[in-house]
């Protein structure tokens, strides 16, 4: 391929944008014109820099670009590949027969016509997931609690009483389409110990947080609409509303959390149709919002008339202090904050079970939405979960994990201070609870390429451009600190300083022309 060719209008190629939205701009148009392929091999980040003579870091964040938008998949040990072909409007006569379904064997279903475009966003998104194999590397990369404390004897305890009693066929039946009765009047009250006051037509229980956010995101978006939401935010979150075309519309944090001028400008300019907010232990930063911000957060999306989503995964998991109001508590408007919150995180994720809480009318037509998509929860997981309520063992594993998981970010916090002394540039947020810490790497370097020389010495983390809307976040990373002991914690992060170490000289070698090639590895497991 020559590259001269697809990169000659790079100078020309929409004046006045940035580097990175020319490249992207350039491969399109390479498309477009049928110069590129779906399946042809895209230069490396270095090979591609060194001939453009531009940034690493540029191009890698144009590849980030072209990845989000499904034009491309990377993939560590094999490269980068065209995924998508030319335009089919430029072939009218080829457009008719792709959607048709016909293909040149009569024989065969032509899948790729069929999917919607739901489907082919979602897929873009998820191809941007590093992979990572079964070995025994130290992982920093996941997002779920320790499996050394999930309430298993409890549990298997409940089980065998309800089995054993009166309550046992329950399990087996459908439950209602809004939850069980009496694990719904158990959240109301656990709730309540929050200081929300919730009726029972306000709350809907879900299999599992997540379901909350595909509820809203159904009943709310449609392709085009606008949402406001926080920059960087959850991944799946940010998968979801881009599948569904949402114009996403990201608000930067500062020390207290989102920016809220970023956010009145939003509001006031592109009248999104919601807010999507954690105000608690942040997923990926681990900040938790302040009490000032969380009061003028709601008041300005009161004055806006938009409604809030305010997700609250894991305020239960609290290390710092007393736990802050929820902003649909501090709401004097009931018509404005959905709240939803999960006890998952600070139990086990095989308890999928979460619940939103928000305005009657609203939580009737998620209702609606939550039957064409499960019928009802599962009552096997309700009764069980209840009776653990109910026994008071909730609060009692609460006290206990918040204690362990308050040492092992304490040693995290310490490890890092420790191990990356000799690194000044390298910064953290430590935080008031949860589950991550959020590092960030000088501007310029790449989490991607850094975590190449992290698996060679078995730590791996979670590359932090993942929870950006936009090609952004190249210089961070996101470090779970609840899943490892102490003393595992201490060596995943001695691993990690001299992987940063490595990489480090590596581009320091690359400089000068001395530098070997970043090393590669090929196996492939989703995180």
Not at 64 to 76: C, F
Not at 102 to 111: I, L, M, P, Q, R
Not at 138 to 155: K, L, M, R
Not at 423 to 452: A, C, M, Q, Y
């Amino acid at each position: 391929m020559n590259w001269l060719v697809v990169f000659s209008n790079l100078q020309e190629t929409s004046p006045g944008a940035r580097i990175y939205v020319r490249l992207v701009e350039c491969v399109r148009s390479a498309l477009d014109s049928g110069l590129l392929n779906a399946g042809d091999k895209l230069p490396t980040n270095r090979e591609l820099s060194t001939f453009l003579k531009v940034d690493r870091s540029t191009v890698a964040r144009a590849y980030l670009e072209l990845a989000r938008l499904g034009l491309i998949d990377s993939q560590v040990g094999r490269g980068t590949y065209v995924t998508s072909p030319a335009k089919v409007s430029q072939a009218p006569w080829q457009y008719s027969r792709v959607a048709q379904g016909v293909t040149d064997d009569a024989s065969k279903v032509n899948w790729n016509a069929k999917y919607s475009r739901y489907v082919d966003g979602l897929s873009g998104l998820i191809s941007r997931l590093p992979q990572f194999g079964g070995d025994d590397s130290i992982s920093f990369a996941g997002g779920i609690p320790a499996q050394d404390f999930y309430p298993s004897a409890e549990f298997k305890k409940i089980v065998r009483s309800i089995l054993d009693g009166e309550r046992g066929d329950r399990m087996f039946d459908y439950s209602p389409f809004n939850g069980e009765p009496e694990l719904r009047q158990s959240v109301i009250d656990h709730l309540a110990g929050k200081g929300m006051s919730v009726k029972a037509d306000e709350l809907l229980i879900l299999s599992g947080s997540q379901q909350g956010i595909d509820l809203v995101a159904n009943l709310l978006i449609d392709p085009g609409d606008a949402v406001i939401i926080e920059e960087p935010t959850y991944f799946w979150a940010i998968s979801n509303f881009r599948a569904r075309q949402a114009k996403l519309i990201g608000c930067h944090h500062d020390e207290e959390g989102i920016n809220l001028s970023q956010v009145e400008n939003a509001l006031r300019r592109q009248a999104p149709k919601f807010l999507y907010v954690m105000p608690n232990n942040q997923n990926p930063t681990g900040l938790t919002m302040s009490l000032n911000r969380r009061k003028a957060l709601v008041e300005l999306c009161a004055r806006y008339n938009t409604p809030i989503l305010e997700d609250d995964y894991s305020g239960d998991l609290c290390y710092e202090g007393e736990p802050l109001p929820s902003l649909h508590s501090l709401s004097q408007r009931q018509d404005l904050v959905i709240y939803q919150g999960t006890f998952s995180k600070a139990l086990c994720p095989g308890v999928r079970l979460g619940w939103l809480a928000g305005p009657a009318a609203v939580m009737e037509k998620l209702s609606f939405a939550k039957r064409t998509s499960d019928l009802a929860t599962n009552s096997m997981a309700q009764v069980i979960l209840n009776e653990f309520l109910q026994r008071g063992l909730y609060q009692e594993h609460l006290s206990r994990v918040n204690a362990i998981y308050r040492r092992r970010r304490d040693a995290m916090v310490a490890a890092l201070e420790k191990e990356f002394k000799a690194f000044p540039e390298v910064g953290f947020i430590k935080p008031k609870g949860g589950l991550f810490l959020w590092l960030s790497l000088p501007t310029g370097l790449s989490n991607r390429d850094f975590l190449n020389f992290a698996r060679q010495e078995k730590v791996v983390f979670s590359p932090g451009d993942l929870c950006f809307s936009e090609a952004d976040g190249l210089n961070y990373l996101r470090l779970c600190f609840i899943q490892n002991d102490e003393a595992t914690t201490a060596d995943g992060i001695a691993r990690l300083a001299q992987a940063y170490n490595k990489y480090t000289d590596y581009l320091s070698a690359s400089a000068s022309g001395l530098g070997n090639q970043s090393p590669r590895t090929t196996d492939h497991v989703l995180i």
